[in-house]
């Protein structure tokens, strides 16, 4: 059962990097972006690794989206 | 026969190994300056769940010792190299927005190819 | 004993405590903050002594971080080679930190200064570190370090050509550092260290059961270190990145930063993978056959520029080239020659980015044809340039000939004869585009106008210790020859 949502959610990672490279909105290609960073934090708690899912969801998701939307702000959303 | 059932028995590096080429092509082909940012960071966090899965093995643990229970442990190596990695590439990230939004005041454009079109006029 | 037995880790640690003390007491004083940064330097660079005749005396020193063996814990290690990486890296930082303390004055912003030394020493720590551990990870985590620091010594002056370049830079070295991370994960998952001594130990034994990982690694670290090297048709952002930046900057990025990673490239060839594999797989031909093509194309591109600094860049990409040749020959010659070279483009590549400066200080010329005559009057500057250009090209009486002829021995020695033309080509290209230089700074006549700076003493300095160094390698190369030799001995 496990196994089946670790490859769902490995697929989604795909999807979403996919997405991020194609989408022409910034903003919308930022949350992609931190949806793809949760969905690695998942993934790292399956491979029993909670420390660097914690920092992986607090920095790698949180914090960068912040700078990402600050820097949206001050330049252009549109591509 | 014997690839297919190495792809399917090493998922998770096949798919570390597809992520880490969506990064690198987006990051060096598209000309948006924050896309190629975004797509840095991708491109890490893809070679982090590289580093993470090579740490873990069929059925194991996260590494917290519990006394008297007879379990697999993950390796917490790679985590703890991970960890620093993270930091890395978000003090990267850091910086590189940092000189998009300086690259924007100076060209009011966020697009690598128009600031070339732009120097090569001068 | 006592304090030296931590020299390795020292050598490192006084370059971070540089980098967070320094701005701080530029806001209070800013003398002292500059004198604690030199303080610093030759405090480091007389550790180095130390420690190399300590090696010299009993052998290799390896020390570990905090006291966990090497397994488990990092572990530097210093033996000749290294500590001969490290007197270049240093004592090139010294004197051009010394040359930077005058010219930043009117490239920089008063404020930014005291940031400006932060990076210097974040840049020079880092390197110090690079050449020291033995690390793989360590290793990594130093190269991101370098490379912020890198681009942020250009980004600093914050003009638009600069703030690009630096942009351009940090993508592709954050290239570099993915491929080399993935490299090391490929490695990791065959042997479980990340120590290179116990990794090439491993990787003997692995090499048979999985030798696509170690390919894969191979290629991908040639990939890294060649991007950050600037090997050949990886350079792209040498030129913008190297000839924007400020004087100061120019001089540490082209003569030492890419130069520790053409030596970080020779680790990984001789220190980390199996002897096995250069043997299966021909990776220092390619290395080779890249080298030879950029010491060529390097010369033709800098033929084209009208801008004397993006010349000098360009010209920095055919010179690092001799470099990896001295890699990819595989033969103790031609890594005598190659790291020879080292030396000597460090000093001769920043002492020409520093007469670069001092003329864009005193005049502001930038183009090439604008420089006719210029020798009437700053005679200095150009007897430096001239001196720096015949090493260069490799003329007798200066550092550039010995290395060109160590790399030659030992093309003809191992029956190649055919990289003996590429040498020769290359010297002969290059002395296309820098004679002219001279020769018109010397002979033509022209009147410089009202806005002409006399040039400041300290840069004059800097300039003839720079000339007194690279002729004195022409002539006096026992010392640094033997020791490479004996460094050779132990690889091959």
């Given at each position: 059962m496990?196994?089946?949502?670790?490859?769902?959610?490995l697929?989604?990672?795909i999807?979403?990097?996919?997405g991020?490279?194609?989408?022409r909105d910034l903003?919308?290609?930022v949350?992609?972006?931190?949806?793809?960073?949760?969905?690695?934090?998942i993934i790292?708690?399956?491979?029993?690794?909670p420390?660097?899912?914690?920092?992986?969801?607090?920095l790698?998701?949180g914090?960068v989206t912040l700078l990402?939307?600050?820097?949206?702000?001050?330049?252009?959303?549109?591509? | 026969m014997e690839i297919?059932?190495?792809?399917i028995d090493n998922?998770?590096?096949m798919?570390?190994?597809?992520l880490?080429?969506i990064?690198?092509?987006?990051m060096?082909?598209?000309?948006?300056?924050i896309k190629?940012v975004?797509?840095?960071?991708?491109?890490?966090a893809?070679?982090?769940l590289?580093?993470?899965?090579?740490g873990y093995a069929?059925g194991?643990?996260?590494?917290?010792?519990?006394e008297g229970a007879?379990?697999l442990?993950a390796?917490p190596l790679p985590?703890?190299?991970?960890?620093?990695?993270i930091?890395?590439?978000v003090s990267?990230?850091?910086y590189?927005?940092?000189l998009v939004?300086?690259?924007?005041?100076?060209?009011?454009?966020?697009d690598?190819?128009?600031?070339?079109?732009?120097?090569?006029?001068e | 004993?006592?304090?030296?037995?931590h020299?390795p880790?020292l050598?490192?640690a006084?370059f971070?405590?540089?980098a967070?003390?320094?701005?701080l007491?530029?806001?209070?004083?800013r003398?002292?903050?500059a004198?604690?940064?030199?303080?610093?330097?030759l405090?480091?660079?007389?550790m180095?002594i130390a420690?190399l005749v300590?090696?010299?005396?009993s052998?290799p020193?390896?020390y570990?971080?905090?006291g966990w063996?090497?397994?488990w814990?990092?572990?530097?290690?210093?033996?000749?080679?290294?500590?001969?990486i490290l007197?270049?890296?240093?004592?090139v930082s010294?004197?051009?930190?010394?040359?930077?303390?005058?010219?930043l004055?009117?490239?920089?912003?008063?404020?930014?200064i005291?940031?400006?030394y932060?990076?210097?020493a974040?840049?020079v720590?880092?390197?110090?570190?690079m050449?020291l551990?033995?690390?793989?990870?360590n290793?990594?985590?130093l190269?991101?370090?370098?490379?912020?620091s890198a681009?942020?010594i250009?980004?600093?002056k914050?003009?638009?050509e600069c703030?690009?370049?630096?942009f351009?830079y940090?993508?592709l070295?954050?290239?570099?550092?993915g491929?080399?991370?993935?490299?090391?994960?490929?490695?990791?998952?065959?042997?479980g260290?990340?120590?290179?001594?116990?990794m090439q130990?491993?990787l003997v034994?692995a090499?048979n059961?999985?030798p696509?990982?170690?390919?894969?690694?191979a290629?991908?670290?040639?990939?890294?270190?060649?991007t950050?090297?600037?090997l050949f048709?990886l350079?792209?952002?040498?030129?913008?990145?190297h000839a924007?930046?400020?004087?100061?900057?120019?001089a540490?990025?082209?003569?030492?930063?890419?130069?520790?990673?053409?030596?970080?490239?020779?680790?990984m060839?001789?220190e980390?993978?199996p002897?096995e594999?250069l043997?299966?797989?021909?990776?220092n031909?390619i290395?080779?056959?890249?080298?030879?093509?950029g010491?060529i194309?390097g010369?033709v591109y800098?033929?084209m520029?009208?801008d004397?600094?993006?010349m000098l860049?360009?010209?920095?990409?055919?010179?690092?080239?001799?470099i990896f040749m001295?890699?990819?020959?595989n033969?103790d010659?031609a890594?005598v020659?190659?790291?020879?070279?080292?030396?000597v483009?460090a000093?001769?590549k920043?002492?020409?980015f520093?007469?670069?400066?001092?003329?864009?200080?005193?005049?502001?010329?930038r183009?090439?044809?604008d420089?006719?005559?210029?020798g009437?009057?700053?005679?200095?500057?150009m007897?430096?340039?001239?001196?720096?250009s015949a090493?260069?090209?490799?003329?007798p009486?200066?550092?550039?000939l010995?290395s060109?002829?160590?790399?030659a021995l030992s093309?003809?020695?191992?029956?190649?004869?055919v990289?003996?033309?590429v040498?020769?080509a290359?010297?002969?290209?290059?002395?296309v585009?820098y004679?002219?230089?001279?020769?018109n700074?010397?002979?033509?006549?022209?009147?410089?106008?009202?806005d002409?700076?006399p040039?400041?003493?300290?840069?004059k300095?800097?300039?003839?210790?720079?000339?007194?160094?690279v002729?004195?390698?022409?002539?006096?190369?026992?010392?640094?020859?033997?020791l490479?030799e004996?460094a050779?001995?132990l690889f091959?």
């Open positions: 496990t196994e089946a949502l670790n490859v769902l959610l697929l989604f990672l999807v979403c990097a996919i991020v490279a194609h989408i903003l919308s290609a949350i992609l972006f931190s949806s793809f960073g949760l969905i690695m934090a790292w708690q399956q491979l029993s690794a420390d660097v899912a914690m920092v992986e969801a607090a790698g998701t914090v990402l939307i600050a820097a949206i702000a001050k330049t252009k959303r549109a591509e | 297919l059932k190495g792809i998922y998770y590096y798919v570390a190994i597809i880490f080429v990064g690198m092509y987006t060096l082909t598209h000309s948006n300056m190629k975004i797509a840095m960071n991708i491109m890490d893809s070679v982090f590289m580093f993470v899965a090579v069929h194991s643990q996260a590494p917290i010792i519990r007879d379990v442990y390796n985590g703890a190299l991970i960890l620093t990695g930091v890395v590439a990267v990230t850091a590189a927005l940092s939004v300086k690259i924007y005041r100076y060209y009011e454009t966020c690598y190819d128009e600031i070339c079109e732009i120097r090569s006029r | 004993m006592g304090l030296s037995e020299f880790a050598i490192v006084v971070i405590f540089a967070f003390l320094s701005p007491l530029y806001r209070w004083a003398h002292l903050s004198a604690y940064l030199v303080v610093t330097l405090a480091a660079f007389g180095v420690l300590q090696v010299q005396h052998g020193v390896y570990h971080m905090g063996p090497p397994p814990g990092i572990e530097f290690k210093a033996d000749a080679l290294r500590l001969y007197l270049v890296v240093i004592g010294l004197w051009v930190f010394i040359y930077a303390l005058r010219d004055q009117h490239e920089l912003k008063r404020r930014v005291g940031w400006y932060t990076l210097y974040l840049l720590g880092s390197m110090a570190g050449a551990t033995n690390d793989l990870f290793l990594f985590v190269m991101e370090i370098c490379a912020i681009c942020a250009i980004s600093i914050e003009d638009r703030l690009e370049a630096s351009k940090l993508i070295s954050a290239m570099g550092t491929c080399f991370l993935l490299g090391v994960v490929m490695l990791y998952m065959v042997t260290y990340l120590n290179y001594s116990f130990a491993e034994e090499f059961y999985y696509r990982n170690i390919f894969t690694a290629a991908l670290f040639i990939v890294a270190f060649g950050k090297a600037a048709p350079h792209v952002w040498l030129p913008d990145a924007s930046a400020p004087s100061p900057s120019s540490m990025l082209s003569g030492v930063v890419i130069k520790i990673y053409a030596f970080g490239l020779f680790l060839f001789y980390v993978f002897p594999l043997r299966t797989i021909p990776l031909e290395v080779l056959w890249l080298a030879s093509l010491a194309f010369s800098a033929m520029q009208s004397l600094k993006k860049a360009f010209s920095s990409i055919g010179q690092i080239a001799y001295g890699i990819g020959f033969h010659l890594m020659g190659g790291f020879y070279h080292l030396m483009h000093v001769t920043a002492m020409l520093m007469a670069a400066g001092v003329i864009i200080y005193s005049t502001g010329i183009k090439i044809e420089l006719a005559g210029i009437r009057v700053l005679p200095v500057t007897i430096a340039f001239s001196i720096g090493s260069m090209v490799g003329l009486g200066t550092g550039g010995i060109k002829w160590f790399l093309a003809l020695e191992i029956g190649r004869p990289f003996v033309i040498i020769l290359s010297s002969l290209l290059n002395a585009y004679m002219p230089i001279v020769i700074a010397f002979m033509h006549h022209h009147e410089f106008g009202a002409f700076k040039v400041p003493r300290v840069m300095a800097c300039m003839i210790a720079g000339m007194i160094f002729v004195v390698s022409g002539f006096y190369t026992t010392p640094v020859v033997n490479l004996q050779a001995e091959f």
